[in-house]
């Protein structure tokens, strides 16, 4: 899979403007504050429907308009796909598939699928279980739209339960707890397994691209804390079973304390923890890893590979890992943002480069 066109349209810096791209390597230059993220933000976009930057869809409308769109055109085994995203600061937004309107959010799963990594991703080694939450459930919302739903449904299912916690009637909690418990374990095993299942592919990968990047000195390991395994029926019955025995503790609380909303993952490197123990490089090349390792997965789950957008990325790594990461993303498309080129790096590669200055496009140079 690859993106052919980006067109912006009031976005972030952009007033108007259109970035072609080929379906290799790609590398947005430009000097800081130029517009290469936001180019990069406006792919992920496209993919997920969310930003990995904004927290709001309003803050992407540029200063003093009223409305923003973003289009992208993308070709895949399948065939050519088009979407579109309308905003405006009222913060909705209006979503197009080959130009017919889709109304949910989910819809738009699955049309073009990419890996996004930048300095901020440091966030899934770095800090909160959180963060490592967000990593799984962005991957396989895009591998698999009935897991987003899934998602969805016991988020909804769960604000519910931990709203009747809270309230004071100790017997109605007793009495309509167990309903909640049988919704609540039946979509949270959907979305257990679908973690068990996706980590059990990734972690050896991970692991491999780890020792690629770190010449083979450092072993990195993955372990899943979720603590539930089997079966979708066993998941449920053993979630089930937990939840009625925690019972207490949760009315004490006044919320849910197991579940997949608590899941975490724990990273060590030749056997020490790397959030405690691991130097910022180490862990950025543990991020790093993970994301390879995660268009991997989009391989053999579709044939082929999504966009890989690494956005700052070159920056933080010495020649010779950067020697080794453009080895390992050739096979794909990937789109780069640097505020340089440092062409001994890519000596031998073909790339397209794009240069961006204050929010315009350049003429793309070899």
């Keep these: 899979m690859f993106i052919r066109s980006l067109s912006l349209k009031n976005f972030r810096n952009y007033v108007e403007e259109e970035i072609s791209f080929s379906d290799g390597i790609n590398i947005l230059t430009g000097i800081n504050a130029q517009g ?51 905003f405006n600061k009222l913060d909705k937004k ?9 109304l949910k959010i989910g819809e738009i799963l699955g049309n073009i699928n990419s890996v996004f990594f930048n300095p901020s991703e440091l966030k899934l080694v770095q800090e909160s279980p959180e963060d490592r939450r967000r990593f799984l459930n962005v991957s396989l919302s895009q591998m698999n739209k009935s897991y987003f739903y899934a998602l969805q449904r016991y988020n909804k299912i769960l604000s519910q339960r931990n709203n009747l916690l809270k309230d004071p009637d100790a017997y109605i909690i007793r009495e309509t707890l167990p309903i909640w418990d049988v919704q609540l374990s039946k979509e949270a095993a959907k979305i257990i397994k679908a973690r068990n299942e996706f980590l059990k592919e990734l972690s050896p990968i991970a692991e491999e691209k780890h020792s690629l990047l770190s010449d083979g000195k450092e072993t990195l390991k993955m372990k899943t804390e979720s603590g539930y395994y089997g079966t979708e029926e066993e998941i449920a019955y053993a979630l089930k079973e937990d ?27 030749n056997g020490d923890d ?93």
Excluded: W
């Design 243 to 269: 939840l009625s025995l925690g019972l207490e503790r949760d009315m004490r609380l006044g919320f849910t304390t197991i579940g997949p909303h608590r899941d975490d993952i724990k990273f060590t490197l």
């Design 36 to 86: 290469k993220t936001n180019a990069a933000e406006a792919i992920f976009f496209l993919c997920t429907g969310y930003s990995p930057r904004a927290n709001r869809d309003k803050l992407v409308v540029r200063h003093g308009e009223e409305t923003a769109s973003i289009k992208g055109v993308a070709s895949s085994r399948y065939g050519e796909v088009s979407v579109c995203i309308d």
């Design 94 to 102: 209006n979503i197009f598939v080959n130009e017919l309107q889709v």
């Design 274 to 366: 790397v959030r405690v123990f691991g130097s910022q490089g180490q862990q950025r090349t543990v991020a790093l890893s993970l994301k390879l390792a995660e268009t991997e997965t989009f391989f053999n789950k579709f044939g082929e590979y999504p966009i890989l957008i690494l956005d700052d990325v070159l920056s933080e790594l010495d020649k010779k890992r950067q020697r080794k990461l453009i080895g390992a993303v050739e096979k794909m498309q990937t789109v780069f943002t640097a505020t340089g080129l440092d062409r001994s790096v890519f000596k031998d590669k073909s790339f397209n480069r794009i240069i961006v200055e204050n929010g315009k496009i350049k003429k793309n140079k070899k």
